[in-house]
């Protein structure tokens, strides 16, 4: 059966670690809709850095962005999988992402390469306005101080200096821009199932959306 799973939810809250496992188990195709925001931003940051909305507009009108199997995405044909993950791109795509041609252009790009089924996407709009008919809708969230400790190991385990304090702050003023938006904002759909991993370990959390994955019927 090619099922179509959304996985939205607020910045760390283990979104792409569980989405990319529960695609591998599945055999489907895992869409990270994030780092296309985060092409964006890198593409504005690149170019100077004015976040005002005709710059943000004029740098996403001809940009090409792709995600190939293996979860590189590349900007431009520029391989940018690495440089993608800064905090600074991190806030960037906040930004871009509050502009309505940018969202336009992004769902479009993700509409069309879940069309084929038999894939996980995640991102912040998915089961509310890219995927409003997929077949199993999760809504992953956990404590902003659990979430800033995930988002301090994984840049630590990168190599990037970080601050626990300053990731926190981060953190906090995302979910405000990525929840307070007026297009698309941060929201969990009415038919979505609201997971709390706090205190779930990665493999907890993916056995539970594989046994919901399991009980939907296409
Ligand atoms: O999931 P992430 O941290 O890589 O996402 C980066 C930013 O992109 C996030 O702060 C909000 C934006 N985003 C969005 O607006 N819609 C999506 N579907 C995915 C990400």
Redesign the pocket.
Known sequence: MKKIIAV?GP??AG??TVSKIVAKKLSYTYI???????AV?LKVLTRGGNFDENFIVDTARDIDIKLDAAGKIFLDGANVTQK?RTPEV??A??D???VGFV?KK?TEL?REMAALGSVVM?????GTQ?LPNADLKIFLTASVDERARRRFEELKAKGHAAEFDTIREEIIL?DK??SQ?EI?P?KQAEDAILLDTTNLSIDEVVAKILELAGNVTC
């Open positions: 939205d910045a760390g979104k792409s990270d809709t994030g780092a296309m925001y985060r931003g993608i991190s806030k795509a906040s871009v992402a509050k969202r992004l993700q995640d991102g912040r709009d998915i890219v995302r821009q990525d938006r698309a941060l």
